[in-house]
Structures are given as structure tokens and as C-alpha cells.
């Protein structure tokens, strides 16, 4: 007799174990397709890992010593690869591995989010669905381009399915918050994420999120004109 801790037969819900299988096999799927078919570090990651590289060794964030400009799209990511290049100086790897991780990232929360909204879901649906998101170009390129995307795309997967869960009590959490910070330290759009967040999780203060939400807007277009 099957227990809902048991992987059920084609057609049945997944129990516990079978999430954490059909999660780890897709995971699986992913590490193989950006290995297999992925194009590596493309020409922009090598803007970060020269600021990187400069942060590590003491110079500070700069892509020429003694030039203080900021050619940096992600703070979060280049400070992050600056601080795990002082023990882990091989750059190039370390970018790949710290975007494949956020890749494999991205997959696991996913199913997190399909395990909270459709918690009936059988095992044939979940491999077609998560077996589908590994296998999409954009996620296993980004995953090993070497470039912030991933990490973005981590944070806003993981701040939305958060939200999801905050919906019940109508308020943000402070998982959220921190998310939500995070997301907008990685790249300047996650301030529109915040915007979206407020919007949903406190919708006695619509008024308030619509300013925020057309603020953000205008910050993005200002920074994409510039």
C-alpha cells in the first residue's frame, strides 16, 4: 500500500520523496544541458570578473586601477565574485559555478512554487514541467553565461513564490523583505519586484503601491535612457 511519502505510480500525486526525486532529477536535466549544450562564459562576464578580480586583490571595485567608474550592471554580483575570489582566485570557474548553482537555484524554487499551487500534481506532469523549464535555452545559458542573470532571476523566483505564501496573511514577511532587498541590490529592477510586492501582499494601501509602482517604472526607464 502507498503512503504520501512514496513516489505513487504514473497518474497518482507525489508524496514527499517524490518531490525531492523528480526535483533532483530535473536538477539533473539542467547540470547536463548547460554543460552539454551551453556556450560557456560569453564576453560581458569578463566586465565583472575584472572588477572582481581588482576587488579581490585589494583595489577596490574598479576595472582600472586608480579609475573609480562603475561599468557594473549587478553590485551583488561582482561583490560576491570579488569576495569568494579571495579564496577561490580562479575567476572564470568560479562565475560558471556560482551561475549554475543559481540556475539549479531557480529550478528548486519553481517546484517549490508548483508543489504550494497545484500540491495534487502527478509525476508525469512534474518530470514534463520541470524536465521543460531545464531544458529551455535561457535558463541553461544564463546558468553558465557567467553573467548576474541567474542570480537575478534566482531572487525573483524565489521573491514571488515568498509572496505566494505571504498572500494568506496579507502582509510581507520578513523572508520577503530580506528577498526583496537582495533582489534589488543584484540588479535596479527589482525595485518594480518590491513595487509588485506591495501591491499584492497590502492591498488596503493600493494607492501608495500604484505610486511606488509608477516610481519604479520611471527609475527603470531613467537607467535604461541612460
Not at 497518482?12 to 554543460?35: E, K, M, P, Q
Not at 504550494?116 to 506532469?125: F, G
Amino acid at each position: 500500500m502507498l503512503t504520501t511519502k512514496q513516489i505513487g505510480p504514473v497518474g497518482s500525486t507525489l508524496g514527499d520523496r517524490g518531490w525531492i526525486v523528480g526535483t533532483l532529477a530535473c536538477s539533473t536535466v539542467l547540470l547536463f544541458a548547460t554543460w552539454a549544450l551551453g556556450v560557456g562564459l560569453i564576453d560581458d562576464a569578463y566586465i565583472f570578473l575584472r572588477y572582481a578580480r581588482n576587488l579581490a586583490e585589494g583595489n577596490g571595485p574598479v576595472f582600472n586601477v586608480g579609475e573609480r567608474v562603475e561599468g557594473y550592471s549587478s553590485p551583488l554580483w561582482t561583490f560576491a565574485l570579488g569576495g569568494l575570489g579571495v579564496v577561490f582566485p580562479d575567476f572564470e570557474r568560479l562565475a560558471f559555478g556560482c551561475g549554475l548553482l543559481c540556475g539549479v537555484g531557480i529550478l528548486v524554487v519553481t517546484i517549490r512554487g508548483l508543489r504550494i499551487t497545484a500540491p495534487s500534481l502527478d509525476v508525469v506532469s512534474l518530470l514534463i514541467l520541470g524536465i521543460g523549464l531545464a531544458t529551455a535555452p535561457i535558463l541553461f545559458f544564463a546558468s553558465g553565461s557567467g553573467m548576474d542573470s541567474a542570480l537575478f532571476g534566482f531572487l525573483v523566483t524565489a521573491s514571488l513564490v515568498s509572496i505566494l505564501q505571504d498572500q494568506q496573511t496579507d502582509r510581507i514577511s520578513t523572508k520577503t523583505a530580506i528577498l526583496l532587498a537582495v533582489a534589488t541590490l543584484a540588479r535596479t529592477e527589482g525595485v518594480i519586484l518590491a513595487a509588485f510586492a506591495l501591491f499584492v501582499c497590502r492591498r488596503k494601501h493600493r494607492v501608495i503601491a500604484t505610486i511606488m509602482g509608477l516610481g519604479a517604472w520611471v527609475m527603470l526607464l531613467l537607467v535604461i535612457r541612460w
